[in-house]
């Protein structure tokens, strides 16, 4: 097998769209054994699964695929191709991408998991330079996908703020987009005005992902979130058509929300719930847009208590630095994610997201903290889920992802067996 047993599993699970339990069924096997195959090989608990299992899958996962071809027309060619906008390699927005396209990428954010775990190094990017521009605060954006790079064998430059750039001193995006790429090979900006970054993007032929403009989008945030909801929903046996889906926060400037709803709506049947305090409710076109996709059921709201029967809730904090005359009414502190709010509407399965940062100052009421401990509050794995997703984007990108698996080697040093205290609980996971 040129891929791992449980990158092989995940993969055929997600392309047949089957849960754990009916995958099981589907090949025959007890559902337990099915998990232990999907542990990390070196685990305690791993068993390899035998090699009948192995071709009996791959002749599914190649019939159904077969199926495919001949049902719509499969389009071909690599997949920065595909997902290209006016003829470039660049990621601006999530609307670059249909359901097949994303969920290549996460096939190619599934090779890259040994080397964001720290088992494996690869340098297929070794030459390569990243220019990080970020006009705006950023710590988990800029240095994920900085790491990112660097994961991949790449160096990365970093400018932050207006203040130390040329920008202060009146220089057009044009003119710094231009000079930038004679320097570097590829651009990650981030910038508070909705559509600069694709004003970026037009003043180079090198590829420019949108590290979050303005209220606008953030297409990378969504990926990964879209990637954790998948990974957490084969981990708990459920299957994102029919989920109900709850965002809560500012949903007319946050950006994440913006992508990520769009990226949702890819999938069919699904509910939304949209709890916004007064004033800051979802932006129109972004609901007309995801109406027209599927037949997707929306609803507004600004009560909290309507999380009830949610699958996800993704709390978001208020962009404050975005608001023009809004006032904050209905944000009060009850208007909060919390244990208690969780305890009594949901069950033992919702996951708890949140793009990060939370605003943990008095007053500020996103996300509580009472629920650090609960496993259901699936942030930090979320937020671990940037490295992956971004070595995937640039990958693909830049072209190289089918060089990745034959690069990996093993690391020389030796990282800690779980990177955070908690990882243990969802060993299964990965
Ligand atoms: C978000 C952003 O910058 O849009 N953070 C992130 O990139 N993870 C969310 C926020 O700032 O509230």
Redesign the pocket.
Known sequence: MAVSQQVFLRDAMRRLNLTRDVFAARVGVKRRALDTWLLPEGSQEFRSMPEVVLRFVTEIVENESLLNKYAQSVQSGPLRDRIAVGGKHQLLSVEQFGRESVEELFRVADLMQPIARRQKVSRVLEGAVLGNLFF???T??RVSFGAAFCRLGGSVCDTTGFTFSSMAKGESIYDTSRVMSGYVDAMVI?HPEQGSVAEFARATNIPVVN??DGAGE?PS?ALLDLYTILTEFSRLGKLLDGAHIVMTG?LKY???VHSLLKLLALYRGLKFTLISPLGLEMPEDIIEHVAKLSNHVIEQSHDLADVKGADVIYA??V?KERFSDEQLEGYTADFQVSKALIDQYCDENVIVMH???R?SREGAHDLSVDLNDDPRLAIFRQ?DN?IPVRMAIFAVLLGVENLVQHSMRDVTWNPPSHIGPEDAVFHGMY
Do not use: M
């Open positions: 705006e605060a950023s988990r954006t981030r590290g979050g953030h945030q500012d946050g950006r994440t978001t904090r962009q793009p990060l940062p605003d937020a940037g």
